[in-house]
């Protein structure tokens, strides 16, 4: 296990975002979550490369999220993304929405696996699946 800070990367709340209490809607902190992993994997290798020419490529499960501090617009924050491994088919990524102010307003845990796409079904072993894809699974796997 590394022993680097988790991936962050910065987002500006945008009006939009905001539901009709004049905070960001619930829907939005999983966009931002696919953000950071998104901008994460692409860190480590990207998923166009072989990994796709492999006809693989990571699907979400679940997400879930808790809740501790609202966002309205304007907020900046920094969104962290981190990945854990074990034995099966699954891994998981973990985030936490950071207000600049240093304020924790929400923690999202999701359970991820990678599919074959041709056959539809999840792989065995999906870190080394990804390494022998030339993803740098050493940028994914951070402390969690």
């Known amino acids: 296990m590394s022993q680097r800070e988790p991936f962050r ?5 945008r009006h ?8 960001v809607n619930h829907a939005v902190y999983h966009q931002y979550g696919e953000i950071a992993r998104l901008e994460l994997f ?3 290798g990207g998923l166009d ?6 006809g693989l490529a990571p699907v979400l499960l679940e997400s879930t999220i808790t809740y501790r501090r609202e966002l309205r ?4 924050v920094d969104v962290s993304c981190r990945a854990s491994f074990g034995d099966g088919k699954v891994f998981w990524m973990a985030h936490e929405i950071v207000k ?7 923690e999202i845990r999701c359970t991820l696996g ?3 796409l041709a056959a539809r ?9 990804m390494a022998e894809a030339g993803i740098d699974v050493g940028v994914l796997d951070s402390p969690g």
Do not use: F, N, W
């Open 49 to 54: 490369g072989e990994l796709r020419e492999r």
């Open 9 to 13: 990367i910065r987002i500006k709340v």
């Open 73 to 76: 617009s304007g907020d900046e």
């Open 114 to 116: 990678l599919m074959d």
């Open 16 to 23: 939009y975002e905001l539901d009709s209490l004049g905070h």
């Open 121 to 129: 079904k999840l792989v065995a072993q999906p870190c080394e699946r």
């Open 42 to 44: 692409d860190l480590a």
């Open 100 to 106: 600049a102010d240093g304020t924790l307003s929400a």
